[in-house]
């Protein structure tokens, strides 16, 4: 009986894989339609309910499709778990955290009423119509672009914090050549007025008055436009050399041992340094039949 019971849970979990998942049967292409359908309603549901005129009419309509939605998600989200191999890697996988920010505003509204329209967040699952339609260029693109971020990170960490030094310093200069009894009436508010300058953003609630203080705003208006231009300039290089590796991939050097392949592996030559048809990771380990980065059979 343990077995039967056991074997009936493995074969629906290999169903649900395949409907929640795959992209070449039709219930799992209508599952993906109607996913979608449901995060783009859910979307326009926070924006109505924000609305006052259109909130007041139909709120409970608004309130009952919102907590379908919801709970829809969340029967999504624990099949998901259930469904995949490795849950753990889904979890805390990009998808993963989405997914679960995704459904918590709604039942933190118990709590705090405002969260719920927190819940338009669900809008960055529409990420996923790039792998449900096996987009897999656009796919592509994306990993190019989040791998250049990521290569980035450290030289826009430190151009960061260099700019936070130069407001600091900039704006207690600020302070000082500014009478203290109209805008710039402490250290904290000029820091203030610096950030809103060197961004070019310019609010005009704190503004120079002496001649002096003008200068130097002209000068810290200049030195932003240059700031600006610099972390398009790191990305852009990052993406450029990330770029120039994957069209000029490094030769694969013959490997001579005579140990067995692992089980996940075979040698078809239909899949040696492809791209993932799930994530669009590349390349792909030579004839890999998984995905090492979301599990997806190729």
Sequence with gaps: MKKLLASKYKLLKVRGYAIIYGRDTVAGKLFDLILLGFILLSAFLAIFESIQIIDEHIHTLLVVLEWIITVFFSIEYALRIICTPNWRRYVFSFYGVIDLISILPIYLSFFVQKSKFLSIIR???????????????????????????????????????FVLVLSVILGALMYVIEPHDK?????????????????????????????????????????GYGIIAVPTGIVTSEYSRTYKKKENPKPQIASTSDKAPPADYSFSHSHTHGHCRGCGAYPLPDGALYCPQCGRKQ
Aim: with cysteine; aromatic share 12%.
């Design 183 to 223: 805008a710039f009436t402490s250290i904290p508010r000029s820091i203030y007025w610096c950030i809103v300058t060197l961004t070019t953003v310019g609010y005009g609630d704190v503004v120079p008055t002496t001649a002096f203080g003008q200068i130097m705003a002209s000068i810290i208006m200049i030195l």
């Design 123 to 161: 809008i960055l699952r529409l990420l996923r119509i790039f792998r449900i339609l096996d987009l897999v260029q656009f796919t592509q693109q994306a990993n190019q672009l989040k791998r250049a971020l990521k290569n980035s990170q450290t030289k826009i960490l430190v151009f960061i914090y």
